[in-house]
């Protein structure tokens, strides 16, 4: 045995993946077509955004890196939905794509447990239905006990461009070509995904003068509960708005038939995202509409590359030169990069347990777009995941599975298994039934006890989370206990904060139930000396009580069904009552619980009540 | 299995008593909140006689069974109330069950909860099974086919309306950096949460449940002169002690009386006097038929079985084939010269008021149009009207939830949070779960992404 577990693959995923081994003690290889393109960004240069941002500060809380590397990578931050309700804020960075992957590159390789290697897994080394190493393209085996595949859009990666198709990854790279091959020849269902990307645009040829400035926002924030701040708040970098003008949706008609998507090319298998249309798929479904926001967007301090958020892609160069100019502020623009769709292949979810670990292949892990999901921060925690999984199988341990009222990466995960793809997954807010509960201020809360006893969090984190839980129950208590009276000073106060005034004395809880009073009113009767962060929990769990509780109740209703096991064994066709389709698509996904099997599109009410009867009968006897 | 459940465990319509059996911790609590007498610390194996409430009004007569567990069939406690005042009373009292914390039962789900409670033998575990499944396939197809397809339409459109709301918030969330979607506010949903409470409300009112026991059934007997339409009403309302010929009060139509068919209400419209009018050979004339056609629910068309049909008949035959309507063929103690082939078939009663024969079949053709007895449809289809409505009440709830959010200035997403429940609970109604719909919806309407 060369290695405990082997990572393939160094993008988002794989980092993750590497360093939740590595840390947990397990001698790691994470093995990487270019070292490079470690922790790579070949899209957009940003990091978090609605449901994505939350998703950063729990693979933080649980002991990962995106949130650490992306606050010290971050040239402009903002905090999205301020003026909305807490539980869907979320922060959303401009990062450096220098210095990101830079600084995740010198955490790996200050991580000990931890080598890395450029090369290309050719195939998987699989005994007895369980894997036990890579045999890679330049002919060496390596063997270890768990392998966690991170390929991103690599497998059989074809980057299209008008009628041109070219076999190979981002950036030029070389594809991997045999890998998905070898995953189909061992049984593995692969499906075909696409997505693309925007041109990148010298920022010295942008006319700037008449675009509307986006800055960041005017305090400081940082993703990792460790609150170190890495950047000044006044020097932040800006991105601009533009818009899509009646010539370019003229020239992209005109020019249709030549974008790949449309013609162009007749081979195209990939299902494009929904969320993440191409320019010319919205000017053609949104026909009524007479402009789209373009935003321009920093990739780094240290080259010239602007990206044009909403203008990617599949025209030939020539086109794109057209469009391009025919936008406000880049009428002389010189394009540095084209934009492109990628075509590549990825593995049917529903062939994952929670844990991430293949059903077919013991010890075999996936993570990040191989299983059909898109961004950075869906990879990141997915890697994160698969690293944690595989290590506690290392240990003869449980997997780690958190549920729906748990975390995003709870809801994503279990998306991803239980109802598999349609096109790359997405998170959105609209996709967690308890989003009150699952909020980017409370993410240490729900989720370091967890990353400290897996020993990912580190002592000082720990210590820091028991000190906030106190705080926050006394303050709690304190409101709870503590009253004003009905004199004349406090009622002047009151109307002076726009509230109505007191006859009988009230605890300050209940005035802070008010939702006009703010926890900073509060102050104005009695000082309160705690961290913002502190008075904020105790603001948001005083206000939105009735709400959380509600929450609360229905996750408790799902956890019902939740904590009923289905034991891996049990053979579904069996069950001869069973509608038939409930029996292929419980075969199919192979839920662990009677919830997991609930959630299961095209299995009712009535098939888990035969169910429920079924492992009463047969297993418990 | 926390729950409390309620299912109507008699067949519906036959007898004159059905029994209702709620199961669950909180059976007895349930009951006792819709019962004239306490019933908290009585002896299990009891029985109690008293009335069912709703807003301190009397609903029914009933005897209630009180079974303590772990001594029943489910090993749950148990109350069993035996209601008399047929088939719509039984199902209001259905309706307040649930209203008070109740879920309807599953197919199966006492025999399933006494089996998982380890009341029955495991040799038995596969009948169950089965039984669960034959019964769920059944109520599937009815389903189907019970839903009035107004009703569904009207429950369609609501959601339709909801689910704008709910995909423009999602958007607004998801991608708040697009400045060219419109933002929705509290203001913009207030008066469509109103509209929708509207819809809600007078869905309830529709539903035949809540009509059906509430106002009646409109109903108006129509045919030529001597055909026996006074005979038929007075045979109908001679079984009838509780006549009521003036309703104050009400602004419809003078209505000639009120039948009580199993607790369906016919409200029988005077066609310009029937009673009084028979003895004169006056026809009311194809228009003014057609008047009273418009107005009715249910249209009793009665011919002679001694006379052929004449273009008058063919006539209101045809303005009647999109009603809900009964063809009673009257004096089937004469000769035949009607040509039975010309009508529907299944509209058909074949009477003979003069001998009292048939009447019994105009009943039972009428409960099964209104869908309370009839055996062959099974239970189904009442008891989801019963949980319909039930349900309806709820989204009422729901809508109040939103409407003091709003008045509260609560954050949009907080709202939203409730919004979804209503849209969740519309949804139970038409069978309508597919979970991502709404983002299906949300990319389909709105541009987005990078």
Redesign the interface.
Known sequence: MDYEIIVVGGGHAGCEASLASARKGHKTLLITGNIQNIADMP??PSIGG??KGIVVREIDALGGEMGRNADKSLLQIKM??N???P??QALRCQADKITYPKEMLKTLKNTKNLDIMEDLVKELIVENNKVKGVLLESGSKIYASCVILTTGTYMKADILVGSKRTRQGPHGEKPSNYLSDNLAQLGFKIIRLKTGT?QRIEKASINYTNLKL?PGDDKYYTFSFDNKIYYDKDKQVPCYLTYTTPKTHEIIKENLHKASMYGGLDDIKGIG?????SIED?VV??SD?E???L?LEPESIYYDDIYV??F?TSMPHDIQEQMVHSLPGLETAKILKYAYAIEYDAIYPTQLKQSLETKKIENLFTAGQINGTSGYEEAACQGLMAGINASLKLEGKEPLILKRNEAYIGVLIDDLVT?GIRDPYRL????AEY??LLRSDNADLRLSEIGYKLGLLSEERYEKLNKKKMQIKNLYDYLKTTKITPKKETNDILEKIHTSPIKDGIKLYDLLKR??VSIDKIKLFTPLDYDDEILEQVDINIK?EG?IK??EEEAMKML?YENKPIPEDIDYYK?H???SEAKQKLTEVKPTSLGQAL?I?GV???DI??L???L??EYH? | MDDTIVAISTSLGVGAISIIRVSGKDAINIVNKVFTKNLLNQESHTIHYGHIIENKQMIDEVLVTIMKSPKTFTTEDTVEINCHGGIAVTNKVLEILLNNGCRLAEPGEFTKRAYLNGRIDLIEADGIMDMINAKSEKALKLAVNTMNGSLSKKIKDLRDLISDILVNISVNIDYPEYDDTPKITNDIILPKIKEVENNIKNLIDESQNGKIIKEGIDTVIIGKPNVGKSSLLNALLEENKAIVTDIPGTTRDIVEGIISIDGIHLNIIDTAGIRKTEDIVESIGVEKSFEYIDKADLVIYLLNNNEALDKEDKEILDKIKDKNYIIGINKMDLDNNLDINLLEKEKIVKLSIKENKGLSDLKNKIKVMYNTSSIDLGDFTYISNAENVSTLKNCLNKVNDIKLGIERFLPIDMIEIDIKSLWNLLGKITGDTYQDELIDKMFSKFCLGK
């Open positions: 899209c957009n609605s449901a999205l939905n003026a909305k309700g539980a869907v925007p986006e995202p929904r969320y993440c249309p919205k479904r949104f509409k402009r789209h926001q935003f958020q909403g990617s109802k959105l807010t609209s996709r989003r009150l939702p006009e939105y709400y509600k929450a019902t069950i009552n069973l509608a959630r599109s009712n009410p009535a009540s035969i429920s009867i079924y009463k009968k006897k």
